[in-house]
């Protein structure tokens, strides 16, 4: 086979991916400002799309849309059509409640609340009735705590304050309280940049372990750690999507000429 | 040269003293302001500080001085058998020759000869001039007001000497200061900074000096009674005893007092509490920002209310409406129209007093919960967890512990509240446990005590002291506490 075949069939194979989300023309404004243009964009199941770009290009409000935490921002408008398998997330039937237990958010400062580490995971579950038992509740945080790589850590001390962890733990640990939820996508808003890299490269090796259960849409400001972490890769300039493609061929042959420069440090 | 024409002096000289320095340093540079280190005005202020500084301080320190001065030497002066009667004749004899050497500057020449002589009544030729002498007016004293006269006027002229020279000197030695690098401006800050460190001591000293009066007064009172008797009595029966009657002390229980407060605070924290954090809950969580601009202001602005107003509408309008609402739920219940709400009572001042502390709550609780990082209510809705939930499961114990020193804040202000209770608790010093009685305070009975042509001899008007220094160290320990919880839970979020 020739290498264009080669492509070709993988390309094949990656469209098979049948997609999570579908987001059309969605557009964001805060007030009179405009901070999204009509953005097209997929997120497919059980992979890892990464979103790109220079910071204020809307990276995060477009994360914010797909779980609806724009709704709490004062004067965020959205429009277009964003779906959950088929679901339309902003129609007045949808319970966002109920939306965010499926689509949950890991945020960019590790946000432990002041409870013990055990209640930190067992938060959520206990909202939304997750566990009848005391045994339970006890299984979903230890297996949350496990899939979150911090069993071994904490789990001499679950009694402790989440917030006494090292940052990196806090922000495994927040990943475990989103987990416990069982979620079907996380969203992940520059997870590591409060973290050193040793905790970064814990988290990483993370996200690649939780590919196989959950679709991950993550924001991120490195390049490496797009290239490292995603399989898919969408670059946002000034509210616009330029170019969404396999993270591979992105890195190394894009479409377009901006996120060539983007990825060569020309800008951002 | 009378002390306010010589202030008025010596401004007028820092004023010269101003434009002298400002010209002075325009000169030397040579007009050309950049080489100069500092601007002209600096220079100015410089000069005019050093002017008016000195001459002030010496001005203060000899008002201070000269007088005791004068009047131990005059007191020297005395005869022995004036001298060795003890303080207090000696006190009286000084102010007679003060009066007596008033009344001399008025006489003329002739009529202080007669004076001296004794050939007309001293205490009649003063009278006549305007100057009432306690008691006849004995020869020495003529003697002894003269020498006052002489070393006041000798005083006075030389201070205003002294101090004009001072003014005159330091203007000079400044102004022989300015050169073009001469740093005026630092000068000129240390001098404010100085003058920003006396003022603020000035407010620490006040209150120390306020501590120390009540606690001087409070030892006094328990000289007469008992600190025991006072701190475990149970009666509150001061009993007004005629001036100078001993024995008929009454008794100075302060447990009745304390009761009612502590009674009081604690209906009028129940009713503001739950108002209070409810209505913080909601403008920091829920109200749109419009609204919370204009809520939380006339909130605000209910704290501004003078608690005299407050007990106005105790005394004619809850109390009267709860007396005559019990009047009419007892009539139907079982047809007795016998009210059981007093008009006065424990529940009136504490319905009352809650209303007004509804606003301190409120404000204080919606800062703190502002002040709860918006990533905990993100992570919070993240999980899909509803408004309420992230309230009530992490926003409020979040805030807890400054919810708590917020409260006990609060609670001091319940504790030292007057005017409310006042008007609405009654009078009647009672232990008892029904809330539609009177009953009273401590900052009542302060306030009664106080009242009227008092002299602070007897334990019946020494005792409010005892109550105040009471109330002072309650306040004061839960004002401490709160601020103590308050920071300790601001650290959380650094
Ligand atoms: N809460 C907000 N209110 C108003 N404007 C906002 C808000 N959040 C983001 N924006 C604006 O929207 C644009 C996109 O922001 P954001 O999505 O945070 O960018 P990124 O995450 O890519 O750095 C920016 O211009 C930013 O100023
Ligand atoms: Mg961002």
Same mark, same amino acid.
């Given at each position: 086979m020739s290498e264009a075949a080669v492509e070709k069939a993988l390309d094949q194979k990656m469209n098979t991916?049948? *997609?999570?989300m579908i987001g059309k023309d969605v557009s964001v404004y805060y007030g009179e400002k405009r901070a999204l243009f009509d953005v097209n964009l997929n997120i497919r199941e059980n992979t890892v799309t990464a979103l790109i770009g220079p910071s204020g290009c809307g990276k995060s409000t477009f994360l914010r849309t797909l779980n609806r935490m724009n709704d709490t921002i004062e004067n965020c408008r959205v429009t277009g059509r964003i779906t959950l398998d088929e679901d339309d997330i902003y129609d007045p039937s949808i319970d966002v409640v109920e939306l965010r237990a499926r689509v949950g958010m890991v945020f960019q400062k590790p946000n432990p609340f002041p409870k013990s580490i055990y209640d930190n995971v067992a938060y959520g579950p206990r909202i939304h009735g997750l566990a009848r038992t005391k045994a339970e509740l006890d299984e979903i945080v230890e297996t949350s705590l496990q899939k979150a790589g911090l069993w071994n850590e904490v789990k001499d001390r679950l009694q402790e304050p989440g917030t006494g962890l090292s940052g990196g733990q806090q922000q495994r640990l927040c990943i475990a309280r989103a987990v416990a939820v069982s979620p079907e996508v996380i969203l992940m808003d520059e997870p590591c940049s409060a973290l050193d890299p040793i905790a970064t490269a814990k988290v990483e090796e993370l996200i690649h372990e939780l590919r196989a259960n959950f679709t991950i849409v993550i924001v991120t400001h490195s390049m490496q750690q797009a290239a490292r972490v995603s399989q898919r890769t969408a670059m946002f300039h000034l509210g616009n999507l330029v170019e969404e493609n396999d993270t591979d061929k992105m890195f190394t042959n894009p479409d377009d000429q901006r996120t060539q420069d983007y990825i060569m440090g020309r800008f951002g | 040269m009378s002390t306010s024409l010589l202030l008025l002096t010596i401004l007028l000289i820092g004023l010269v003293a101003y434009f002298a320095g400002r010209a002075r340093s325009l000169a030397v540079s040579g007009s050309k302001l =950049?080489? *100069?280190? @500092? *601007?002209p005005g600096y220079h100015g202020s410089y000069v005019a500080i050093w002017a008016v500084l000195p001459a002030a301080l010496v001005l203060a320190a000899w008002l201070i001085a000269s007088p005791l001065y004068i009047d131990s030497s005059v007191r020297s002066a005395l005869p022995e058998t004036v001298r060795n009667q003890g303080a207090a004749t000696v006190q009286l004899a000084l102010g007679q020759v003060k009066a007596v050497a008033t009344g001399l500057a008025r006489l003329d020449a002739k009529e202080i000869e007669a004076v001296k002589t004794g050939s007309v009544n001293l205490r009649e030729t003063l009278a006549a001039k305007g100057v009432a002498l306690a008691g006849e007016g004995e020869p020495f004293m003529v003697e002894a007001a003269e020498q006052f006269n002489a070393m006041r006027g000798f005083s006075r002229w030389l201070m205003s000497a002294v101090v004009l020279l001072a003014a005159f000197a330091g203007g000079v030695y400044a102004i022989r200061n300015v050169t073009a690098r001469f740093r005026a401006r630092n000068q000129v800050e240390r001098v404010m900074l100085g003058s920003l460190i006396v003022a603020s001591s000035i407010a620490i000293l006040t209150t120390i000096g306020i501590i120390g009066s009540m606690l001087s007064e409070a030892g006094r009172f328990f000289s007469m009674v008992s600190p025991a008797e006072f701190f475990f009595g149970t009666v509150w029966d001061p009993r007004f005893a005629a =001036?100078? @009657?001993?024995? @008929?002390?009454g008794q100075f229980g302060l447990l009745p007092l304390l009761g009612g407060t502590l009674y009081i605070a604690f209906v009028a924290m129940a009713f503001a509490v739950p108002i209070g954090l409810f209505a913080a809950i909601y403008m920091a969580e829920y109200a749109s920002p419009r609204l919370r601009s204009i809520a939380k202001p006339l909130l605000e602005v209910l704290a501004g209310i003078p608690t005299i107003v407050y007990g106005f509408f105790a005394l004619v309008t809850v109390g009267p409406f709860l007396r005559d609402i019990s009047a009419q739920l007892n009539g139907l219940l079982t047809g007795n129209y016998q009210n059981f709400i007093q008009a006065q009572s424990v529940l009136t001042a504490g319905i009352v007093m809650g209303i007004m502390l509804i606003p301190f709550v409120s404000s204080l609780s919606d800062d703190i919960i502002t002040q709860v990082p918006r990533a905990l209510r993100d992570g919070s809705l993240g999980l899909g967890a509803t408004r309420s939930e992230t309230v009530k499961k992490v926003i409020l114990p979040a805030a807890l512990p400054g919810i708590v020193g917020a409260l006990l804040l609060t609670a001091s202000r319940a504790v030292g509240e007057t005017m409310i209770v006042v008007l609405a608790a009654g009078v009647a010093a009672r232990m008892q446990i029904n809330p539609f009685e009177p009953m009273t305070t401590v900052t009542v009975k302060i306030v009664h005590q106080l009242t009227g042509d008092l002299e602070f001899t007897s334990p019946q008007t020494l005792v409010a002291f005892a109550l105040g220094i009471t109330l002072f160290v309650i306040t004061l320990g839960l004002n401490i506490y709160a601020l103590y919880i308050v920071r300790k839970y601001r650290e959380q979020y650094e």
């Amino acid at each position: 086979m020739s290498e264009a075949a080669v492509e070709k069939a993988l390309d094949q194979k990656m469209n098979t991916v049948p *997609l999570k989300m579908i987001g059309k023309d969605v557009s964001v404004y805060y007030g009179e400002k405009r901070a999204l243009f009509d953005v097209n964009l997929n997120i497919r199941e059980n992979t890892v799309t990464a979103l790109i770009g220079p910071s204020g290009c809307g990276k995060s409000t477009f994360l914010r849309t797909l779980n609806r935490m724009n709704d709490t921002i004062e004067n965020c408008r959205v429009t277009g059509r964003i779906t959950l398998d088929e679901d339309d997330i902003y129609d007045p039937s949808i319970d966002v409640v109920e939306l965010r237990a499926r689509v949950g958010m890991v945020f960019q400062k590790p946000n432990p609340f002041p409870k013990s580490i055990y209640d930190n995971v067992a938060y959520g579950p206990r909202i939304h009735g997750l566990a009848r038992t005391k045994a339970e509740l006890d299984e979903i945080v230890e297996t949350s705590l496990q899939k979150a790589g911090l069993w071994n850590e904490v789990k001499d001390r679950l009694q402790e304050p989440g917030t006494g962890l090292s940052g990196g733990q806090q922000q495994r640990l927040c990943i475990a309280r989103a987990v416990a939820v069982s979620p079907e996508v996380i969203l992940m808003d520059e997870p590591c940049s409060a973290l050193d890299p040793i905790a970064t490269a814990k988290v990483e090796e993370l996200i690649h372990e939780l590919r196989a259960n959950f679709t991950i849409v993550i924001v991120t400001h490195s390049m490496q750690q797009a290239a490292r972490v995603s399989q898919r890769t969408a670059m946002f300039h000034l509210g616009n999507l330029v170019e969404e493609n396999d993270t591979d061929k992105m890195f190394t042959n894009p479409d377009d000429q901006r996120t060539q420069d983007y990825i060569m440090g020309r800008f951002g | 040269m009378s002390t306010s024409l010589l202030l008025l002096t010596i401004l007028l000289i820092g004023l010269v003293a101003y434009f002298a320095g400002r010209a002075r340093s325009l000169a030397v540079s040579g007009s050309k302001l =950049a080489t *100069l280190h @500092s *601007l002209p005005g600096y220079h100015g202020s410089y000069v005019a500080i050093w002017a008016v500084l000195p001459a002030a301080l010496v001005l203060a320190a000899w008002l201070i001085a000269s007088p005791l001065y004068i009047d131990s030497s005059v007191r020297s002066a005395l005869p022995e058998t004036v001298r060795n009667q003890g303080a207090a004749t000696v006190q009286l004899a000084l102010g007679q020759v003060k009066a007596v050497a008033t009344g001399l500057a008025r006489l003329d020449a002739k009529e202080i000869e007669a004076v001296k002589t004794g050939s007309v009544n001293l205490r009649e030729t003063l009278a006549a001039k305007g100057v009432a002498l306690a008691g006849e007016g004995e020869p020495f004293m003529v003697e002894a007001a003269e020498q006052f006269n002489a070393m006041r006027g000798f005083s006075r002229w030389l201070m205003s000497a002294v101090v004009l020279l001072a003014a005159f000197a330091g203007g000079v030695y400044a102004i022989r200061n300015v050169t073009a690098r001469f740093r005026a401006r630092n000068q000129v800050e240390r001098v404010m900074l100085g003058s920003l460190i006396v003022a603020s001591s000035i407010a620490i000293l006040t209150t120390i000096g306020i501590i120390g009066s009540m606690l001087s007064e409070a030892g006094r009172f328990f000289s007469m009674v008992s600190p025991a008797e006072f701190f475990f009595g149970t009666v509150w029966d001061p009993r007004f005893a005629a =001036a100078g @009657s001993e024995g @008929s002390s009454g008794q100075f229980g302060l447990l009745p007092l304390l009761g009612g407060t502590l009674y009081i605070a604690f209906v009028a924290m129940a009713f503001a509490v739950p108002i209070g954090l409810f209505a913080a809950i909601y403008m920091a969580e829920y109200a749109s920002p419009r609204l919370r601009s204009i809520a939380k202001p006339l909130l605000e602005v209910l704290a501004g209310i003078p608690t005299i107003v407050y007990g106005f509408f105790a005394l004619v309008t809850v109390g009267p409406f709860l007396r005559d609402i019990s009047a009419q739920l007892n009539g139907l219940l079982t047809g007795n129209y016998q009210n059981f709400i007093q008009a006065q009572s424990v529940l009136t001042a504490g319905i009352v007093m809650g209303i007004m502390l509804i606003p301190f709550v409120s404000s204080l609780s919606d800062d703190i919960i502002t002040q709860v990082p918006r990533a905990l209510r993100d992570g919070s809705l993240g999980l899909g967890a509803t408004r309420s939930e992230t309230v009530k499961k992490v926003i409020l114990p979040a805030a807890l512990p400054g919810i708590v020193g917020a409260l006990l804040l609060t609670a001091s202000r319940a504790v030292g509240e007057t005017m409310i209770v006042v008007l609405a608790a009654g009078v009647a010093a009672r232990m008892q446990i029904n809330p539609f009685e009177p009953m009273t305070t401590v900052t009542v009975k302060i306030v009664h005590q106080l009242t009227g042509d008092l002299e602070f001899t007897s334990p019946q008007t020494l005792v409010a002291f005892a109550l105040g220094i009471t109330l002072f160290v309650i306040t004061l320990g839960l004002n401490i506490y709160a601020l103590y919880i308050v920071r300790k839970y601001r650290e959380q979020y650094e």
